[in-house]
């Protein structure tokens, strides 16, 4: 059974620092694509960073510079450092894996980040 459990949100104060972590069970994180995302009050849930398989990351535009997305194949964890937070920045983080057989990715249950101004 596959599991993605996300820790390390908290309240921060704009320009502040912090650290998230994605734990895998069922699943080796080192095979696959993996991502983080986020959906603010309101918005729809939005790409924001991805390492694929082979290592490389990829971020949207509106954290480039400010985030760094990591993972670590002997912990098989993931993990997105936040730099510059913006109260823009603030929502509910989630860990994303690959697609499951039923042709849906597997998704943690999130882990909240608020950033104060």
């Known amino acids: 059974q596959v599991q993605l459990v996300e820790s390390g949100g908290d309240v921060v104060q704009a320009g502040g620092s912090l650290g998230l972590s994605c734990a895998a069970s069922?699943?080796?994180?080192?095979?696959?694509?993996m991502a983080w995302y986020r959906q603010a009050p309101g918005k729809e849930r939005e790409l924001v960073a991805e390492?694929?398989?082979?290592?490389?990351?990829n971020y949207a535009e509106s954290v480039k510079g400010r985030f760094t997305i990591s993972r670590d194949n002997a912990k098989n964890a993931v993990y997105l450092h936040m730099n510059s937070l913006k109260p823009e920045d603030t929502a509910i983080y989630y860990c994303?894996?690959?697609?499951?057989?039923?042709?849906?990715?597997?998704w943690g249950r999130g882990t909240q980040v608020t950033v104060s101004s």
């Open positions: 994303r894996g690959p697609y499951s057989s039923s042709g849906r990715p597997y």
């Open positions: 069922g699943l080796t994180v080192g095979l696959y694509a």
């Open positions: 390492i694929t398989s082979g290592g490389l990351p």
